[in-house]
């Protein structure tokens, strides 16, 4: 069973920074794409960014140029570095493992941006 935990959410002040890690573990293949979403009250679950297990990664133009992705591989761990912060970037931050056929989400952690 795979299992992601998330954390590192907060409030922040805009222009501040905040570094969400996801946490993953049981079974997993070494071929697999991660990435970090968001959802902001009354809307949908977006996507922020991807990052392969070959390091591949792709960044929504919302948070390019503000936010990195990352993984180390020896603590099956993700990141998610957000500089910058602004307002609209406050929402419930879910990391998601995708392996072939199958995905597999984390809890959720909150990040908020005071103006």
């Known amino acids: 069973q795979v299992q992601l935990v998330e954390s590192g959410g907060g409030l922040v002040q805009a222009g501040g920074s905040l570094r969400l890690s996801c946490a993953v573990s049981?079974?997993?293949?070494?071929?697999?794409?991660m990435g970090w979403f968001r959802q902001a009250p009354g809307k949908q679950r977006d996507l922020v960014a991807t990052?392969?297990?070959?390091?591949?990664?792709n960044y929504v133009e919302a948070v390019k140029g503000r936010f990195t992705i990352s993984r180390d591989y020896g603590k099956n761990t993700m990141f998610l570095q957000m500089n910058n912060l602004k307002p609209e970037d406050t929402a419930v931050y879910y990391c998601?493992?995708?392996?072939?056929?199958?995905?597999?989400w984390g809890q959720g952690t909150q990040v908020t941006v005071s103006s």
């Open positions: 998601k493992l995708s392996r072939g056929s199958y995905a597999y």
């Open positions: 049981g079974s997993t293949s070494s071929s697999n794409v």
């Open positions: 990052i392969s297990s070959a390091g591949s990664t």
